[in-house]
């Protein structure tokens, strides 16, 4: 048997690897933190700082790497959304008498 004809990952063209690893980016559930870092629009370095401060967004680790679930960051995001509306009651009155 050639090594031409084997189905080893290890034994794939280049181009079949990279390919099937694009295809699994969309089903991908974890952010390593420069990816969580560059999607919040924070630095690294904040982002090390929240988790050895045991802050959101919480992680996993996975022997020694640090990953953030997708979903975590959602709810981070979600929970950092400031919603600017003020109460009906405290709108100045038309014509600013008051």
């Not at 690897?17 to 694009?22: A, C, Q, R, V």
């Not at 904040?46 to 992680?59: A, D, G, N, S, T």
């Not at 679930?69 to 959304?81: G, K, N």
């Amino acid at each position: 048997m050639s090594l031409t004809n084997t189905t080893r990952a290890s034994k794939q063209p280049a181009t079949m690897i990279t390919s099937s690893l694009s295809s699994l980016s969309g089903k991908r559930k974890y952010l390593d933190e420069h990816e969580v870092a560059e999607r919040l629009g924070l630095s690294v370095q904040f982002v090390r700082k929240q988790r050895y401060e045991r802050r959101p967004p919480h992680y996993c680790k996975f022997g020694n790497r640090v990953r953030y679930p997708i979903a975590e960051v959602e709810r981070y995001e979600a929970a950092a959304l400031q919603v600017d509306e003020a109460p009906v009651s405290r709108l100045p009155a038309a014509g600013g008498a008051r």
